[in-house]
């Protein structure tokens, strides 16, 4: 892929330059180059696409069919993903500096298996529920539950394909339509994943994807009276901007934030375990996960052999270009988000954290692109600035504790609650802790693993409403009751004693 790829917007089922004909560039983060141009979507390419999404709902050519019918499209969409999977794993590399052993196997299986997940939820058939009632009048009642129309989803740089098909595929399949808006850092995937959902057969305008630099995008989608319901992934303060612009129209909104997940080590826990569920934790995607586990929290008397053995396994790590199958450690998205992070390490250390390893560019890697070396401090307490805020980075927090309840008071001591993780050997001792973290997922002696038929949701300044399972498909849809009265109407006594005030 030496030349530069170009990219147009998908709107209607057809590639569309923006309407201006304006563009930006994409840097491949492994190289530091240019290595895709993409049409640079303003204000009439919003309303473009929101109208074609509009139109496709308004029509009914896919909220009119049978859940059969869709999930037949969804499960076709599953089977172009795996079929297309060499090509999409290239894209999403360059675009956001993954290495294609990581993109190929752990991107490519969570977007598959997400539609794969709710193509089957489909065919299973989503049922009314009808109840009969005999108070206060004989009635059948029947509760349905129906799309919104147009969603827009807005999806971040960190994980672009798997975020946009945990947004288009329930928002589909509950039968929306939608207008997807990727971050200008990594939007390429997405625009793939709209054109397989046509190659698949679903018809023009029930997808559609705008790219563009400027965050007036994504305010004109969200704020446009074309769309019903809003779901976002990103940051936290974007998503607090995203919850205000909807706010005037009511609009729903789903929203998946930020996290400053804890990984606590019980003082039971096998500790080479632990070390090695702790490196996947806080180093997969380099740390730039909302679910990265980068407070590690180690009981006082087991902390010098664990920093010793997550410095062991540090030194095992793989570099190289990211496009080689080998390499195991990619580069960060951009030069503005390496000086970011570097930041964050350098004021932890003015802060009085010890630099165990890292701190900089890894000897190792590649002299070009945005590469940080994983990074390992200690003498980190709480209260510190990285250990409360969210640094998208490499970086493993070493928090030494004393009790369990202490340990949960760290914990829960941050704004944010997206998930947390526990290693134990006693599983009843884990899950009683478990119930006291607040967070809308906690692992115990695993990591990172978001399954397809289970809520992820953030509490706190992570979120608000649910993504997987029925509980995400429920938040594409609005419930409705049908009561269906069956009586003889103005002869019910109801009606005669409360409405016209005669006796029976
Ligand atoms: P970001 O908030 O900067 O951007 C997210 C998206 O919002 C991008 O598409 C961006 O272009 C768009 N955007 C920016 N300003 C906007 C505005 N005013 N109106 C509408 N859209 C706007 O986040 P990012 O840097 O792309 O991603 C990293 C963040 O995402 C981290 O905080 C991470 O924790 C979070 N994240 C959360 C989850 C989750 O499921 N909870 C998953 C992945 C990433």
């Not at 339509?177 to 990727?182: E, L, Q």
């Not at 410095?311 to 960060?332: F, H, N, S």
Request: aromatic share 8%; hydrophobic share 40%.
């Amino acid at each position: 892929m030496s030349d530069v790829e170009t990219f147009q917007l998908w709107i209607d089922g057809k590639w569309t330059d923006a309407a201006d004909g304006g563009t930006f560039d994409s840097i491949d983060p492994g190289t530091g180059e240019v290595w895709a141009r993409l049409a640079a979507a303003g204000p009439a390419d919003a309303e473009r696409a929101l109208t074609a999404a509009r139109t496709a709902f308004d029509d009914g050519r896919w909220s009119g069919l049978t859940s059969a019918e869709r999930a037949g499209y969804l499960a076709k969409v599953a089977e172009l993903i795996w079929m297309e999977s060499d090509r999409l794993t290239a894209v999403e590399s360059h675009d956001n500096g993954s290495t294609e052993r990581k993109a190929g196997i752990a991107d490519m299986t969570a977007a598959a298996q997400t539609w794969e997940y709710y193509a089957g939820l489909l065919a299973e058939g989503i049922e009314d529920q009808v109840f009969d009632e005999d108070m206060p009048v004989p009635s059948k009642n029947i509760v349905t539950r129906q799309p919104y129309g147009v969603v827009v989803g807005i999806v971040p740089w960190n994980f672009p394909l798997v975020a946009a098909c945990w947004k288009i595929a329930p928002a589909i399949a509950a039968g929306n339509t939608v207008v997807i808006k990727p971050s200008p850092l990594a939007s390429a995937s997405p625009l793939l994943i709209a054109e397989i959902c046509s190659k698949a057969g679903i018809p023009d305008g029930v997808v559609n994807v705008v790219t563009g630099p400027e965050a007036s995008l994504g305010e004109a989608l969200v704020q446009s009276p074309m769309s019903d319901k809003i779901t976002f992934t990103g940051s936290t303060a974007v998503g607090k901007r995203i919850h205000e612009m909807c706010s005037p129209q009511l609009k729903a909104v789903t929203l998946e934030l930020g996290g400053k997940a804890a990984n606590v080590i019980l003082d039971d826990a096998d500790v080479d375990v632990a070390v090695n569920g702790s490196l996947f934790l806080v180093y997969f995607n380099q740390g730039q996960a909302c679910i990265s586990g980068s407070r590690i929290l180690v009981p006082r008397s087991m902390h010098d052999e664990f920093v010793a053995k997550m410095k062991a396994g540090v030194d095992e790590i793989q570099y190289g270009p990211t496009t080689d199958p080998d390499t195991t450690w990619g580069p960060l998205i951009s030069q503005a988000h390496w000086d970011r992070v570097d930041a964050f390490v350098k004021g932890a250390v003015e802060q009085g954290a010890t630099l165990v390893c890292g701190g900089g560019r890894p000897e190792k890697s590649p002299a070009e692109g945005f590469f940080y070396a994983p990074t390992i401090l200690t003498g980190v307490s709480h209260g510190m600035d990285i250990s409360c805020e969210e640094v998208f980075g490499p970086v493993a927090t070493i928090i030494p504790y004393d009790t369990d309840d202490e340990a949960i008071a760290i914990t829960n001591g941050v704004d944010y609650g997206l998930s947390n993780s526990i290693w134990s050997s006693n599983l009843d001792r884990a899950v009683a802790v478990a119930r006291k973290l607040e967070s809308g997922t906690v692992w115990i002696n695993d990591g990172l693993l978001l399954n397809n038929r289970f809520p992820f949701s953030g509490w706190k300044s992570s979120g608000v409403g649910v993504e997987l399972g029925p509980w995400g498909l429920e938040q594409f849809t609005r419930i409705k009751h049908i009561h269906v009265g069956e009586h003889t109407g103005r002869d019910e006594k109801y009606y005669v004693a409360i409405v016209l005030g005669e006796e029976d």
